[in-house]
Every structure is written in structure tokens, then in C-alpha cells.
């Protein structure tokens, strides 16, 4: 059984850093490209970025980018989003995503996980 659990959320003032990470099990995480997904209270879910087998990250969106960064760790089957100059409209529940082609950019995914609160206070 596929599980993503993410954690490294919580509440935080404007302008610091969070860390969130994803734990993958039932899978092996060489196999899938993985991403990261927000979704705020009465928005549609935003693409943050996604990640290759290897490592090479395939951009990110205007809102997020310079500011965070994917990683992975496949050894340890984790995946991680660094999130630097937090805004209040970073404020969302973040999901780890996985799929095994690249339709993490489209909004789609196979596996996802139940997602970890972050809350940027101005």
C-alpha cells in the first residue's frame, strides 16, 4: 500500500522559512517523478513544482519561484520543499504528490498525501 505522509507544517510569521517533507513507503521512489501541490481555503489546488528521478526540478510557478525549492532523497525515500520569505499567500494545506510520468504539471498524480497545514501570519 502506497503512503505519502508530509509534515514540517504549522504557523509561522512573514518573511521566515519552513521545511516540509514528504515520507513515501510502498513504493520505490526512483520510479516517480514527485511534486508538491497547495491548496487555501476557496482557491483551486496550485501546482508548487515537481522533481525528476534524479533530481532535476522542472521549474516553478511565478509564485513560488526563487523562493522555494524541491528536493529528494531516494536512498531515504523522502522528498522534501524547502519554502524560503513565506507570504500569507502561501497560506494552504501543502500535499506531496507522486506519479510515475510527468502529469504532476497538469494537476494530475497517482498517489497523494493528506497534507500538512501551513499558516503565514502578516
Known amino acids: 500500500q502506497v503512503q505519502l505522509v508530509e509534515s514540517g507544517g504549522g504557523l509561522v510569521q512573514a518573511g521566515a522559512s519552513l521545511r516540509l517533507s514528504c515520507a513515501a513507503s510502498g513504493l520505490h521512489l526512483n520510479e516517480y517523478f514527485m511534486g508538491w501541490f497547495r491548496q487555501a481555503p476557496g482557491k483551486e489546488r496550485e501546482f508548487v513544482g515537481c522533481?525528476?528521478?534524479?533530481?532535476?526540478?522542472?521549474g516553478y510557478p511565478d509564485s513560488v519561484k526563487g523562493r522555494f525549492t524541491i528536493s529528494r532523497d531516494n536512498a531515504k525515500n523522502m522528498v522534501f520543499l524547502q519554502m524560503n520569505s513565506l507570504k500569507s499567500d502561501d497560506t494552504a494545506v501543502y500535499y506531496c504528490a507522486a506519479a510515475r510520468t510527468l502529469i504532476l504539471k497538469r494537476g494530475e498524480y497517482d498517489y497523494r498525501g493528506q497534507g500538512t497545514q501551513v499558516t503565514v501570519s502578516s
Open positions: 522533481i525528476g528521478y534524479s533530481g532535476p526540478d522542472f
